[in-house]
């Protein structure tokens, strides 16, 4: 059964919805109001046109309404689509949800500002905080992307990074974002939603995989009109368990995975897990059936050990590149616009030196490589050696073995 949105039919349109939908099909009015991050201001801009063309809506109501969901609890709440259609390009995905009868995508206006936060997340809290996100909460069925004209005119990224975790990816996305004319996507909820669901859903077709995944990943990157000339995503750290997914979404597209020392890795685990080192939902994708008869770090090592090993399994598929922490910050003009085809200009390097002087997290603070061989227990010892080791030395002899093993 493939993924088909069921037919949309408009719903009784209260004065407010009445002007979301005025303000979906006049997109300069949109753009206008989105830039407005004061509410009453946004209210005093709102109001007057809007009595102005006979939609008689109360301040009062508009005030409650731009209470909105800051923290974005509503994307995961039952509510039927808003319409049929994607939204244009000043709007991004939010999250994927359900309206009770299929999968549906909320929106948010972006009001012309690119994502240029560590993580994805972080890019939509600032958007969701804006009076006119609060106010649209615009939703559409998963299925329409699918479908969407200029999602289809969108190009393919220049590069995907995959990475071990906690191994300098946000560095190398941050670098990558600063090009000029570039976006950089890291770590998109919606498209780990995405990711999740095909690699669950077996009756979906293939090609209607694929085809669902190129669509995400344009409405991701989108960028503005022209002024977007490359595109790079980072992807969750999970997610080269999924490779084969993204190798027949986007077979001509190059790939990096980055990897660290195993215990500088496990070590950062230790001081702030992350969640793919919890026991839990995603434990069966590592194949660890039993995830709470172990010890936290054995848990934590045969996760990481079989994120390494999906991405060394695939090597030989092509378009791959794999990269230590250690050569970082020198190797992402050395080797990674390379790989990536991309011919940096002086102003490139400019732009990319003063993100690679700044701590890829923490702006405020300069970058400094984090100290290697960080205390830790015997029993981290014992689990790297068994389970992780073997994993990052294949890496490396890959690493050493060159960037590209077979050309797609």
């Known amino acids: 059964m493939g993924l088909q949105a069921h037919e949309w039919r408009e719903k009784a349109m209260t004065p407010l ?13 949109a753009a206008e109001l989105a830039v407005i991050t004061d509410r009453e201001a946004f209210a005093d801009a709102l109001l007057s046109p809007a009595r102005g063309q006979g939609v008689p809506v109360a301040r009062e109501a508009l005030m409650a309404a731009l209470l909105g969901d800051p923290v974005g609890i509503e ?18 995905p939010v999250g994927v949800g359900h309206d009770g009868r299929q999968l549906t995508v909320e929106w948010a206006h972006f009001a012309g500002r690119l994502p240029c936060e560590s993580f994805y997340e972080d890019s939509l809290r600032r958007a969701r905080a804006r009076p006119f996100n609060r106010l649209m909460r615009w939703r559409t069925p998963l299925a329409a992307l699918l479908t969407a004209p200029r999602l289809a005119e969108v190009p393919p990224p220049d590069g995907f990074i995959f990475h071990m975790s906690r191994c300098g990816s946000t560095l190398v ?13 890291s770590e998109a909820p919606p498209l780990d939603a995405v990711v999740q669901l095909v690699s669950g859903h077996l009756g979906l077709p293939p090609a209607e995989r694929a085809a669902l995944l190129r669509a995400m990943v344009a409405a991701l990157t989108c960028g503005r009109s022209g002024e977007t000339v490359r595109r790079f995503v980072k992807l969750d750290c999970w997610h080269s368990m999924s490779m084969p997914l993204f190798l027949e979404a986007f077979p001509d597209v190059p790939w990096l995975f980055l990897y660290r020392d195993p215990l500088a890795v496990m070590a950062s685990h230790a001081r702030m897990p992350g969640t793919q080192t919890l026991p839990g939902e995603l434990s069966a994708l590592f194949g660890i059936t039993d995830p709470f008869a172990m010890p936290g770090e054995e848990y934590t090592a045969r996760v990481l050990a079989a994120i390494c090993s999906a991405a060394a399994d695939h090597a030989s598929s092509g378009g791959g590149m794999f990269l230590d922490y250690k050569a970082l910050p020198e190797a992402i003009a050395e080797r990674v616009l390379p790989h990536f085809r991309v011919k940096a200009d002086a102003a490139d390097m400019a732009a990319m030196a003063k993100v690679l002087s700044q701590d890829s997290k923490v702006p405020s603070l300069p970058f400094a490589p984090e100290e290697r061989g960080r205390a830790v227990n015997a029993g981290v010892h014992r689990c790297v050696a068994a389970y992780l080791a073997p994993q990052v030395a294949r890496l490396a002899e890959l690493d050493a073995a060159g960037s590209t093993l077979k050309v797609r």
């Open 173 to 185: 996305s941050q670098a990558l974002g600063a090009l000029p004319g570039s976006v950089s996507i």
């Open 17 to 29: 919805d009445t002007l979301r939908h005025a303000f979906m099909a006049d997109r300069a009015a």
């Open 75 to 92: 994307r995961y709440q039952v509510r039927p689509v808003d319409g049929a259609d994607c939204p244009g390009p000043d709007w991004l």
